[in-house]
């Protein structure tokens, strides 16, 4: 499966959102992201990488 980690860049620190996220929504300045089993988070912020090979998307926070 090509599910994909989320992981967030904000003040020099990296947190891992969420696991197994299968969507990814931008809405403006808003990110919301998806996991395998329905559930949602969101988050302000840009994303800064996508990286396939690893299944790692990387957002910057505001």
């Known amino acids: 499966m090509c599910e994909s980690s989320v ?4 003040k020099g620190k990296m ?8 969507r990814i929504l ?5 990110i919301e992201i ?7 988070k969101s988050i302000r912020g840009r ?3 996508i990286d396939m090979n690893n299944h790692k998307i990387v957002i910057k926070g505001e």
């Open 34 to 40: 998806i996991g395998l089993f329905g559930d949602r």
């Open 26 to 30: 931008v809405k403006g300045g808003t």
């Open 47 to 49: 994303i800064s990488d």
């Open 7 to 10: 992981v967030l860049y904000d």
């Open 15 to 22: 947190e891992t959102l969420m696991e197994d996220v299968i």
